[in-house]
């Protein structure tokens, strides 16, 4: 026997998940007609991954396997991992990666909704810091062949055909390595990796996450806190740096549409669990996730940083909670109850 | 009149399906009069009233059967004339299918008032009209049954700016409050009316949501041939829970008025129309609250609202509209906030406002609940403003105190995040758990002050007796006269020597220590309240056993 409300709205975990990996589409199809199919591959991998690694965990751990199975959380894991992967890596590295976010990063934390690192990202720290060689092979734009692409997940590897720096990766080479004349301008007119404002390729990858963005924010799963504020600061903190020292300092139309950021803004960032969940906790968590993000692209050794940015913020995630509550019904200040 | 006004939102809110046209195909319609009515005594929130009748006695309609215990509380009537057959326990409309207290009448089908004389309520104190409302047993009849005498009180000012008449009638499937304003909206205004000279409000505001055109026209119709411009008619957007007292409130009048504080110290103060209705019976007829208009729909071929009689068995009430075959339960109120009935042989009270027949067709049994997954949308709904998802995590870990600091408390149990929650959470259960654990554990602890205190206060008469009776010894002796004398006035005083002083000072300081303690240790003062804070715990406690039961099986640890 139940009790009321004896109306539900239908809604389910499942229903969520399936629309955010529906959400996923376009910048998956943009993927796959700049960099090939191999991308396909990864997904496949990471899923199947996913799904037997969640139902071994949720069988040692006694929960129903079906209902949990099906909610398609670890989906969504896999899939961010194969998107934040370079399609190109070996297949043992997806896999581990996965099992990283699904074994430990989730379940050993207590299992849906109770991690506090996103796993996603704990996957690519992970990774980017055992194996930084393999995390960095990704392929040249508009290289598709699919046969080479197979080799190199499935062995034997013969990767210089193929791989290319990423646009973040060439510019931070280029600016830490080469001469001091290297200018931001010098190295994004002659390298093959750029395109018109962001990574060759990878800024119609972005502009298909943007627009499942756009699809996340319209079905409500996500609201505009998250995305605009790390987007917003990412763009201010980039766009301030790049006027005061254009020569070192690339602009924010290159930061917002290169590497991960659009896929972090509306797909990493926004993950409700181990995020902030207050309205203005949200602005808090992920302007900090983009000031990170652009300090650690800027200075940093790493290439994108993104995840690392994410899981210090997720470390912060309770803390910025607890501070931000929002007043209750009756307790607004004068302008809030007459807003 | 209606103007266009500048309204206000509140926060959250949801859209279920308002299921509300089937009902209001037809006017309401009488019931006969059944074979046997069982009027509980117990109907609102308060005392319990002690019963005035035994059996055997004849009572005539209208005949107040029930008094008032103390004002926080409310009189209740026969609802027609006949036979009391017995004054009794019986299964009452309540989920755990509790007894309590009833008077059941056998009715003599002659349907014979008691003498019935309007109340002269300009000519009276308003102490005394309070009163006579009190013994018409005029209670809210929105779902709360508050004592609305109790709440007919201007308050520190004398005067209020705004009298709300709550028609939103959010909940689906319920139109009684619809129907009544269709059909009955100059009796409705006269209660107003009346209400407002009671506040001295400057104005009214009748509240409804615009998914009732009907009815808006109709009160608008109403307050024309009625001429007062103080009176306007106001259509507010439909969404759940705009008939939330606070939400009405905030919607007309952009006030939000905190939990545990009375309205009226914001200038305003709330009645659900049909409570209107009844004052106007009761002021201008002589007619105390015997009957309401209740809506009987859901799992039936033909819903419809009706005039019930207090005491009437919901099954009587459901038969005439065809329940479809597979109807397996009955719920009283509405889908939101409804209660499922033990049976369908429970009387219908003045908190009936909705007999709901369900199957499981109609309301499908929850899918199983999976972890919270932190998503918000329940933040994102919640109409007081609360973090539900934080509250369900602490009072599942029964960390009561911490789920308080989220505002437990101002939970007013809507529904809204259960509603919407992705991962079918019964958040609701949750929350009427912890606060009926928390309620239960005040009052243990008030129990056990009490008891330390009645220790301790045994301990100093104690130390006062030996006194008295050393002095009496020291008496008896013949050359003590004096000394006696002495001693006894000694025991008088507190004390004299230094260890009798120290004995004496650790007592009060023990007692200090106690009720310092006691103080402390309730954030949520059960000793100290409003009527309205007073009448919730009351409410939460009458439910605190079933709810326990309810909520076991989700408390279960299952990791
Ligand atoms: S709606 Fe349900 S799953 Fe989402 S945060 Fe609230 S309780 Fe958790
Ligand atoms: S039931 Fe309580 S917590 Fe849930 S939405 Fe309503 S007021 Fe908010």
């Not at chain 1, 190295?187 to 990858?205: D, H, P, Q, R």
């Not at chain 1, 917003?232 to 254009?246: E, M, R």
């Not at chain 1, 949200?282 to 899981?311: E, M, S």
């Not at chain 2, 209107?276 to 039936?300: C, E, F, K, W």
Request: hydrophobic share 45%; aromatic share 8%; charged share 20%.
């Amino acid at each position: 026997m139940h009790n009321s409300p004896y109306f539900l709205k239908p809604a389910s975990v499942r229903s969520v998940m399936l629309r955010v990996l529906l959400a996923l589409l376009p910048g998956i199809a943009a993927y796959v007609w700049f960099f090939g199919a191999a991308v396909l591959v990864q997904i496949a991998l990471a899923s199947v991954t996913a799904l037997l690694a969640e139902a071994a965990m949720l069988k040692l751990r006694g929960k129903p396997l079906m209902l949990y199975l099906g909610d398609g959380s670890a989906l969504v894991t896999a899939w961010l991992i194969a998107l934040t992967f370079p399609p190109i890596a070996p297949w043992w590295l997806t896999v581990i990666g996965v099992l990283a976010a699904i074994v430990v990063a989730k379940h050993l934390y207590g299992g849906l909704g109770q991690n506090p690192f996103n796993p996603a990202m704990v996957a690519f720290a992970l990774m980017i810091v055992a194996y930084p060689s393999l995390m960095s092979q990704w392929p040249a734009v508009g290289f598709t062949d699919f046969a080479p692409q197979l080799n190199a997940i499935f062995g034997p590897r013969q990767l210089d055909a193929i791989t290319m720096a990423t646009p973040l990766d060439a510019l931070r080479t280029a600016l830490h390595t080469e001469e001091a004349r290297a200018t931001v301008a010098g190295v994004l007119g002659s390298s093959a990796s750029f395109g018109n404002i962001g990574g060759k390729g990878w800024e119609w990858v972005a502009a298909g996450y943007f627009l499942g963005g756009l699809y996340l924010l319209q079905q409500r799963i996500i609201t505009w806190h998250m995305p605009a504020a790390f987007l917003l600061t990412l763009l201010v903190i980039s766009g301030a740096f790049a006027a005061f020292d254009p020569g070192h300092f690339a602009g924010p139309s290159f930061h917002l549409f290169t590497g991960g950021a659009m896929l972090g803004a509306f797909f990493i960032v926004t993950d409700p669990v181990s995020g902030c969940t207050t309205p203005r906790g949200k602005l808090f968590f992920a302007a900090g996730i983009g000031l990170l993000t652009w300090i650690i692209r800027a200075f940093g050794a790493y290439p994108d940083g993104i995840a690392f940015a994410v899981l210090l913020m997720n470390i912060a995630a309770p803390l910025i909670d607890m501070n931000t509550q929002p007043p209750v019904f009756g307790h607004k200040d004068k302008r809030g109850s007459a807003k | 009149m209606s103007a266009l006004r500048k309204l206000f939102r509140f926060h959250g809110g949801v859209k279920p399906d308002y299921h509300k046209h089937a009902s209001t195909r037809q006017p309401i319609a009488g019931t006969p009069i059944p074979a046997e009515l069982v009027i509980p005594l117990h109907q609102s929130i308060g005392g319990p009233p002690r019963p005035l009748v035994q059996a055997g006695e004849r009572v005539l309609k209208g005949q107040r059967i029930g008094d008032a215990d103390g004002n926080v509380s409310s009189a209740v009537h026969a609802s027609t004339s006949g036979t009391v057959t017995a004054v009794e326990m019986r299964r009452m409309p309540h989920t755990s299918g509790l007894s309590a207290l009833c008077v059941v009448i056998k009715p003599d089908g002659r349907d014979e008032w008691i003498a019935r004389q309007s109340f002269d309520f300009r000519n009276a104190s308003p102490t005394e009209t309070r009163d006579y409302l009190r013994d018409a047993g005029v209670v809210g009849l929105g779902g709360a049954v508050f004592p609305s005498h109790l709440k007919l009180n201007a308050g520190k000012q004398g005067r209020l700016d705004t009298l709300v008449l709550n028609g939103a009638e959010c909940e689906p499937f319920i139109t009684c409050d619809d129907v009544l304003m269709r059909e009955r909206g100059e009796a409705i205004l006269k209660g107003a009316a009346i209400m407002r000279e009671m506040l001295a409000a400057g104005r009214v505001l009748i509240g409804i949501e615009d998914n009732k055109p009907e009815a808006i026209a109709a009160m608008m119709a109403a307050a024309r041939a009625a001429g007062d411009d103080a009176i306007q008619v106001v259509a507010v957007p439909t969404r759940y829970p705009a008939g939330g007292a606070k939400q009405l409130i905030r919607v007309l009048t952009g006030i939000e008025v905190p939990h545990g504080e009375r309205s009226t110290d914001y200038g305003v103060q709330c009645f659900n129309v049909g409570t209107a209705y009844a004052t106007h019976d009761a002021i201008a007829l002589g007619q105390p609250l015997i009957s309401r208009i209740v809506t009987v729909a859901g799992n039936v071929g033909q819903a419809r609202n009706y005039e019930v009689l207090f005491g009437t068995p919901m099954r009587d009430l459901i038969a005439p509209c065809a329940p479809l075959p597979d109807s397996d339960r009955v719920i009283m109120g509405g889908p939101m906030m409804g209660f499922r009935m033990p049976g369908d042989d429970v009387p219908v009270v003045k908190a009936t406002n909705c007999v709901l027949v369900g199957s499981d067709a109609l309301f499908p049994p929850p899918p199983p609940e999976m972890s919270c997954i932190r998503c918000g949308e329940c933040a994102k709904v919640c109409p007081s403003d609360l973090q539900p998802f934080e509250m369900y995590w602490f009072a599942r870990a029964r960390l009561f105190g911490k789920a308080q600091e989220y505002h437990l408390f101002d939970c007013i149990e809507c529904g809204c995040c259960a509603y919407v929650c992705p991962s079918r959470i019964p958040l609701v259960d949750y929350y009427r758990f912890a606060k009926s654990e928390i309620w239960a554990r005040e009052v243990e602890k008030e129990a056990a002050d009490q008891a330390r205190d009645r220790y301790e206060f045994r301990l100093l008469r104690e130390e006062r007796e030996k006194q008295e009776k050393a002095a009496k010894l020291a008496a008896k002796t013949a050359a003590g006269r004096e000394k006696a004398a002495a001693a006894l006035a000694e025991a008088e005083k507190p004390a004299r020597t230094p260890e009798e002083e120290a004995k004496h000072a650790l007592i009060a300081a023990a007692l200090e220590r106690a009720k310092a303690q006691k103080e402390r240790a309730h954030p949520e003062n059960t000793s100290n309240l409003s009527p309205e804070q007073q009448a919730e715990i009351a409410a939460i406690e009458a439910r605190r056993a079933e709810i326990r039961e309810q909520a076991k099986p989700h408390l279960r640890a299952d990791d």
